[in-house]
Every structure is written in structure tokens, then in C-alpha cells.
């Protein structure tokens, strides 16, 4: 951006601060030596002091620790949303919509197996457009259908009132998320594409987001040897055609695959990752968390090179939700008694 407003600079700033105070890797490690308890206290000390003193009261354990971290990332997400402007602000809350999809997806699974509603709500990040008043009213509600009906008006509801009759019959939910994230990106595409001020930047990031979610995707239907049709699991916008994903898929051979993956991505770090496989006969087991890491990275440079734009922004509202997410990990495991070199797999340093 030639001209930036004061207000940009003023947010992305803050963010950077943000992210700077974000727990660093060596703090992880620390964590993967110690038990429930030693981590609980750790946590206390950083930023979700406030959410563990409010619920230690009615929360112990693991479920304490479960309910701290959602309450304190919605509470984050909630207030980065306020302190947005402008442009920024619309595209920031078209990311967060995302949100909706996994709340409703979970409170849909939740009722389905039977699940109490207080433990349902204890993994519900209220930062999309269905604020926790709305979330409550759902759980409250016994029947489904009756959610689903909740929904009418939103704009999911198409996608979930035609799916989710298969979903409930099949006991599997996986096509209707498919379903909602592929109409989820083909909006935020919209929205970038649409002569808005920033919009190409925004793209830059749903592009690399796209191709990190086909990649996972495709490795996923390796390691699972699904024999669904792969067009169902492809997300439109990104460097691969539904050809290339189907073709891609009915490639057995790892290093024939990779080859081929290689021509089709022009994303250069997703690349470098290909490039360390060369000769593997394996598929990765973390090459889930991998393919994050590299995007990560990306949307660092992405923000390096824009400082004032919503790639800062993007960026530590990604780092967060992943902090969180390493935290879960950290104490489920833990709780789980599993080896600390197994949990640190599924961490994003």
C-alpha cells in the first residue's frame, strides 16, 4: 500500500507485539518434561491467568485446562475484531467465519453421540458470526433438527439442511465439512476478488491456505487408502484443478507422487518440504503438521514483506489458535500418559 492510515499501522503493530508474547518453542520442551499439574501452573502464568483463576472454582484437570484455552482464544479473537479497521476488519471476520462451521459441526457431532451439553460447550470457540448467546440456544435444543432450523437465514444453511439427512444416516459428518468449507472458501474468494482496497493480499493468503488444505488432503487419503472419489475432498482456488487432485490420488508410487505433486504447486516452501522426501519410500506421519509449519512460515514472510496489511494480522491470529492448539495437546497427552517424544509430534513449533 502506497498511503498506510494511521490505524493500520497502529493494529498490525499491536499484533507483532501480540505475537512476540506468544509461548516460544524452548517453552514447549520445557513442558513435554513435566506433569498435568507443573503445566496447569505454567499456564497460569501467561496469558490465561485470568480464564484459570475465573474457572478453577468449577473446573479441575484437564477440563479446566480444555475451557481456559477456549474461553481466552474466543475472548482474543472477539477483541482483535473490535481494534480492526476498515477493510481489514471485513476480511478478518471472513476468516473467523470458520469458526462457525467447526462450533456448529461440533455441537451437531456432540448431540449425535450423546454428549452433555456443559462438555460440548467446553470446546466451542464463539469468534465466528454465531456469537456464544446463539451457541448456548443450540445446546440447549435436544433435537437436531431443530438446531438446523436455528440456522435458517445463515448462510450455511443450504449446505447443512441438504447434508446433514446423509450425515445423520451415515454417522459421518466428512462430506458435509467438505461441503461447508468448500462454500466457506469460494465466498472469502468472492470477497478478495471483488475490487475491495487489500483484496489481493487477502488472496495471497486464502491461495496459500487452499494449497496447504489439498496437499494435507491428499496425503491424508495416502495414509487412510479411502477409496472416496477424491473431486469430493478438492477445494476450488488454489494451484491444483480438480484433474491434477484426482490424478494425484490414483497415484500409488510415493516418489511418482511427489514428482508429480512438485509440477503442479508453485508454492516454492511447499516444495522445499517435497524436496526432503525425495527417495522416501514412507509417507510421513507428521506430514500434517509439517505442511503447517511451512505455512506458517509463509504468512511470515508474506507479513515481512506487507507490514501493514492484514497479513500481521492473519498471521497472529494463526499462531494463536496454534498455541492453543499445542497446549490441548501438551495436557491431553499428558493426561493420557503417552510418551513425550509422541506428543511432541502433534506439536507447531
Not at 505455512?295 to 498455541?323: A, C
Amino acid at each position: 500500500m502506497s498511503t498506510v492510515s494511521a490505524p493500520y499501522i497502529y493494529v498490525c503493530t499491536r499484533m507483532r507485539v501480540r505475537k512476540a508474547s506468544l509461548i516460544p518453542r524452548e517453552e514447549y520442551q520445557r513442558m513435554l518434561n513435566m506433569s498435568l499439574p507443573e503445566i496447569t501452573r505454567i499456564i497460569e502464568e501467561t496469558a490465561y491467568k485470568q480464564e484459570i483463576d475465573e474457572l478453577g472454582t468449577i473446573f479441575k484437570g484437564i477440563d479446566l485446562i480444555e475451557v481456559a484455552l477456549s474461553w481466552n482464544l474466543a475472548k482474543e479473537y472477539q477483541k482483535i475484531q473490535e481494534i480492526t479497521p476498515g477493510t481489514l476488519k471485513q476480511f478478518t471476520r471472513a476468516y473467523l467465519r470458520r469458526w462457525d462451521i467447526q462450533n456448529v459441526l461440533t455441537i451437531l457431532r456432540g448431540k449425535l453421540q450423546g454428549e452433555k451439553a456443559g462438555k460440548i460447550k467446553e470446546i466451542l470457540i464463539p469468534a465466528g458470526s454465531l456469537d456464544r448467546v446463539v451457541l448456548d440456544r443450540m445446546l440447549a435444543e435436544d433435537s437436531t433438527d431443530r438446531i438446523i432450523d436455528m440456522l435458517k437465514g445463515h448462510r450455511m444453511y443450504p449446505v447443512i439442511a441438504s447434508e446433514y439427512p446423509a450425515a445423520k444416516e451415515s454417522g459421518s459428518f466428512s462430506h458435509m465439512e467438505n461441503e461447508l468449507y468448500k462454500q466457506f472458501y469460494g465466498e472469502i474468494i468472492a470477497d478478495a476478488e471483488s475490487g475491495i482496497k487489500g483484496g489481493d493480499l487477502f488472496l495471497d493468503f486464502i491461495r496459500l491456505d487452499i494449497n496447504i488444505k489439498n496437499v494435507k488432503t491428499l496425503f491424508r487419503l495416502r495414509v487412510d487408502g479411502s477409496e472416496t472419489d477424491a473431486r469430493e475432498m478438492y477445494i476450488h482456488g488454489g494451484d491444483l484443478s480438480a484433474a491434477d487432485f484426482a490424478a494425484l490420488n490414483a497415484i500409488r508410487e510415493q516418489g511418482e507422487f511427489v514428482d508429480m505433486l512438485k509440477v503442479r504447486i508453485r508454492s516454492k516452501p511447499i516444495l522445499s518440504l517435497l524436496d526432503e522426501m525425495k527417495g522416501d519410500t514412507s509417507v510421513h506421519r507428521d506430514m500434517e503438521v509439517r505442511l503447517t509449519r511451512v505455512q506458517l512460515e509463509q504468512m511470515e514472510r508474506l507479513s515481512k514483506r506487507h507490514p501493514f496489511s492484514i497479513h500481521p494480522i492473519l498471521v497472529y491470529l494463526e499462531k494463536k489458535k496454534y498455541e492453543v492448539f499445542n497446549l490441548r495437546a501438551l495436557a491431553r497427552g499428558k493426561e493420557s500418559k503417552l510418551p513425550s517424544e509422541t506428543i511432541a509430534e502433534y506439536l507447531v513449533m
